[in-house]
């Protein structure tokens, strides 16, 4: 086909072609075809749109989380139910919102933070320290590069700065605290008796009537979702470098040619003291800020400890906690201003206040790693490892092209693709649109599988890009249509569900006539009695009790204060069974009575609980009034 065009593309066939291309362009762009058309977007806040391909990812995540968690017990349709999307959704919308609002109200995080918390990610450490090597090596692994990571985590801190300042700038008074100690220590006189609902289950009956309409009320959850399976060609650069075999000549002249990125350059290991002023702060501020700096640089130099200082008054929050450590770190990471006068200082020395867009820094160093250079024994699985994903990426992107050329001439198989390339075709079992495990969890596979040209025309689908060392061509090989279980699949699973529920029902009518009978004044240890039930009786029980059902406990400090003399009943269902709870006294706790350290613990979980309450409702109050459009989800 593409010779025939060739021989032809002269005199009027070929203007035609010209004309034919040119209309598009002109009124669509050039945009939608070597772009792929702009991405549609989920949902959009204060007019910044969020991907549907984020929301995708987010869902991924959040099915592989509840996977893991459920081990064996995962039911992947019942995780179909739970509106992943819509949880994921709501999640980036807020998370948008709340970045909005931080940046707005002038929350800033400066490099020497964001060095500082990848410095501080154990995934990134060898040894306890930081591997620029592994930091790379761990972000290629999940299809990322630093410049992508570190946009994504400068966010995420830019949100935490909001956070923390929130939570931390809650407290309570001596009086809320007195009324959570007198809460809290409070002790109750109860008794309960347990009405098992397994004991009505003998008698209950269901008809064939109740199924066939407990089955057409609730038909929705007996719908089985539809589902692919596809065939698919994978191209991996991880892939391909483990199947190139490696000689050694090539790997010594490989490493004297690269032997500077072997080298590892001089690190230091700072700690400083932030005193923040704004960039554009006026002079009287600015004048502030460096006499505060200074007066502290005086103070260290007379004896005091710079990291008691650090975490007293450092306006960088993540290192204060550490007594202002930032780790080890070389040239090309901090300001140029912190760098030189880092690399300046001799170890253990102060400098003077540095000034940077974020405000005063005064800095230590407290270890110098000079320079090395390793010998190519010292390094050669590492030569080997890159000399393999060097040869292995230029494969790579030859196999693309001729997987993208040969899968697009052959649209309706991929084995002539697979036998010039020299690749297996693979096959993934059936998956619906929330995904499954591997490689049908990723959003862009999943997209592609259900996409109208693979599951409708029955083509092959465009090349797809999973991340920039990764591509994969799928093909429909089976689809099942959503479908209803018929009644006879499921009638047993609805029978069991009816007799639980009427079981249930019965056991907690019967629990119900005992606490009217004992209201009425009928000693409730007979009633138990007539019952064939087992009554307990629990004088001062606490919240923490351990020895009865916490959902009793809940229940029976949840229950108003009985009437003087005049025990109080109440029927409630737990843990699928029917409880009579009786209460007959409350005892207030004695707030000074409490151990001090108690009262401290009490006081800070009190302050930490407030401090989150705060939060949540900022959160509340920030994602209501952002102006959210939520977008239908394309197919």
Same mark, same amino acid.
Request: glycine share 6%; hydrophobic share 40%.
């Given at each position: 086909m593409l010779q025939s065009i060739r021989n032809r593309s002269q005199g009027w066939f070929a203007w035609t072609i010209v004309i034919l291309i040119t209309i598009p362009f002109a009124l669509w762009g050039i945009q939608e075809y070597v772009g792929g058309g702009r991405e549609?977007?989920?949902?959009? /806040?204060?007019?910044?749109?969020?991907?549907?391909?984020?929301?995708?990812?987010?869902?991924?995540?959040?099915?592989?989380?509840?996977?893991?968690?459920?081990?064996?017990?995962?039911?992947?349709?019942?995780?179909?139910? =739970?509106?992943?999307?819509?949880?994921?959704?709501?999640? =980036?919308?807020?998370?948008?919102? =709340?970045?909005?609002?931080a940046e707005s109200a002038g929350f800033r995080v400066s490099d020497v933070q964001l060095v500082s918390r990848i410095h501080s990610i154990s995934a990134f450490q060898e040894d306890g320290v930081f591997s620029p090597a592994l930091y790379e090596q761990t972000l290629r692994n999940q299809g990322m590069l630093p410049g992508g990571f570190e946009p994504m985590l400068r966010r995420d801190l830019l949100i935490e700065q909001l956070q923390l300042g929130i939570e931390g700038s809650a407290f309570v008074t001596d009086l809320e605290l007195n009324e959570l100690l007198r809460l809290g220590q409070q002790r109750r006189d109860i008794?309960?008796?347990?009405?098992?609902?397994?004991?009505?289950?003998e008698s209950i009956t269901v008809t064939e009537e109740e199924i066939a309409a407990y089955y057409e009320q609730n038909s929705r959850a007996y719908v089985l979702p539809e589902q692919v399976s596809v065939e698919y060609l994978e191209l991996s650069v991880d892939e391909l470098a483990s199947g190139i075999k490696v000689d050694e000549d090539e790997l010594r002249s490989y490493y004297d040619e690269h032997s500077n990125s072997y080298s590892k350059p001089?690190?230091?290991?700072?700690?400083?003291?932030?005193?923040?002023?704004?960039?554009?702060?006026?002079?009287?501020?600015?004048?502030?800020?460096?006499?505060? +700096?200074?007066?502290?640089?005086?103070?260290?130099?007379?004896?005091?400890?710079?990291?008691?200082?650090?975490?007293?008054?450092?306006?960088?929050?993540?290192?204060a906690r550490e007594g202002g450590d930032l780790g080890l770190f070389g040239k090309g990471i901090m300001e140029p201003a912190f760098e030189a006068a880092a690399f300046a200082l001799a170890q253990g020395e102060i400098s003077d206040p540095v000034r940077t867009d974020f405000g005063f820094h005064i800095i230590t160093v407290t270890e110098i790693k000079p320079a090395t250079t390793p010998g190519y024994e010292d390094v050669r699985d590492q030569v080997a490892a890159e000399y393999r994903r060097q040869q292995a990426e230029k494969q790579y992107y030859e196999a693309t092209e001729q997987l993208a050329n040969l899968s697009y001439e052959h649209p309706d198989s991929l084995e002539p693709a697979a036998e010039q390339l020299g690749i297996t075709i693979k096959t993934t079992p059936l998956f619906g649109k929330q995904g499954g495990e591997g490689v049908t969890g990723e959003p862009k596979f999943i997209a592609a599988a259900f996409s109208p040209e693979v599951l409708e025309q029955g083509y092959n689908s465009e090349p797809i890009e999973l991340s920039p060392v990764h591509m994969v061509v799928v093909r429909k090989k089976e689809y099942v249509p959503e479908k209803l279980q018929p009644l006879a699949e499921v009638k047993e699973k609805i029978a069991e569900q009816l007799r639980r529920k009427k079981a249930s029902d019965a056991a907690y009518a019967e629990a119900e006539k005992i606490v009217q009978r004992a209201g009425a004044g009928e000693d409730i240890e007979t009633l138990a009695a007539e019952h064939k039930l087992k009554w307990e009786r629990i004088n001062s029980l606490s919240r923490s009790e351990q020895q009865v059902k916490p959902g009793i406990v809940r229940q029976a400090f949840r229950m108003a204060r009985p009437n003087e003399g005049?025990?109080?009943?109440?029927?409630?269902?737990?843990?699928?069974? +029917? /409880?009579?709870?009786? =209460?007959?006294? /409350?005892?207030?706790?004695?707030?000074?009575?409490?151990?001090?350290?108690?009262?401290?613990?009490?006081?800070?979980?009190?302050?930490?609980?407030?401090?989150?309450?705060?939060?949540?409702?900022?959160?509340?109050?920030?994602? +209501?009034?952002?102006?959210?459009?939520?977008?239908?989800?394309?197919?």
């Open positions: 549609s977007a989920a949902a959009t /806040v204060n007019g910044v749109e969020i991907p549907q391909r984020e929301v995708q990812r987010m869902v991924q995540m959040q099915r592989q989380r509840l996977l893991a968690a459920l081990g064996e017990n995962a039911d992947p349709a019942l995780l179909d139910q =739970l509106r992943l999307r819509d949880v994921a959704l709501e999640g =980036l919308i807020e998370n948008e919102a =709340l970045y909005q609002t008794g309960y008796l347990i009405v098992p609902s397994k004991e009505h289950e001089e690190q230091r290991r700072a700690s400083h003291i932030l005193i923040l002023v704004d960039a554009d702060a006026d002079d009287a501020a600015v004048a502030e800020a460096r006499s505060k +700096a200074e007066e502290l640089v005086k103070r260290i130099r007379a004896g005091e400890s710079f990291a008691d200082l650090a975490r007293e008054y450092s306006g960088d929050s993540g290192s005049k025990p109080r009943y109440m029927a409630q269902r737990i843990d699928g069974d +029917a /409880v009579v709870i009786g =209460l007959f006294a /409350v005892w207030d706790g004695d707030p000074e009575s409490v151990d001090k350290k108690e009262v401290e613990s009490e006081k800070r979980s009190l302050v930490v609980n407030s401090g989150r309450a705060d939060y949540a409702d900022l959160v509340k109050t920030v994602k +209501a009034g952002a102006d959210v459009s939520r977008l239908e989800e394309t197919p």
